[in-house]
Nanobody, 119 residues
């Protein structure tokens, strides 16, 4: 049974930075595509950044240059570094695994989410 646990969310002023972490446990996930998604109430969940099993990374076009994702396979942990945060980045951020690209509906496994609030 795979578990994904996010951490690192919080409140920050515009222009600030946060780093989210996603710890994966339960099995070797390195063969999966893993990524970050976010959602605000009333809107569809959207892809932020993903890493596939080959280590290739894809970002939402609107977030390139501000957000960076990386993985530490030895720690089974995925990270999302978010810089120059804007109020519109306020959302619940989710870690997901076993899916395809930035297509949130394709992902089978999800964490519980961590809230990011930018004011």
């Amino acid at each position: 049974h795979v578990q994904l646990v996010e951490s690192g969310g919080g409140s920050v002023e515009a222009g600030g930075s946060l780093r989210l972490s996603c710890a994966a446990s339960g099995r070797n996930y390195v063969k999966w595509c893993m990524g970050w998604f976010r959602q605000v109430p009333g809107k569809e969940r959207e892809g932020v950044a993903v890493i596939d099993s080959d280590g290739d990374i894809a970002y939402a076009d609107s977030l390139k240059g501000r957000f960076t994702t990386s993985a530490d396979n030895a720690k089974n942990t995925l990270y999302l570094q978010m810089n120059n945060l804007k109020p519109e980045d306020t959302a619940m951020y989710y870690c997901a695994a076993d899916g395809t690209g930035l297509l949130h509906r394709s992902y089978k496994r999800w964490g519980q989410g961590t809230q990011v609030t930018v004011s």
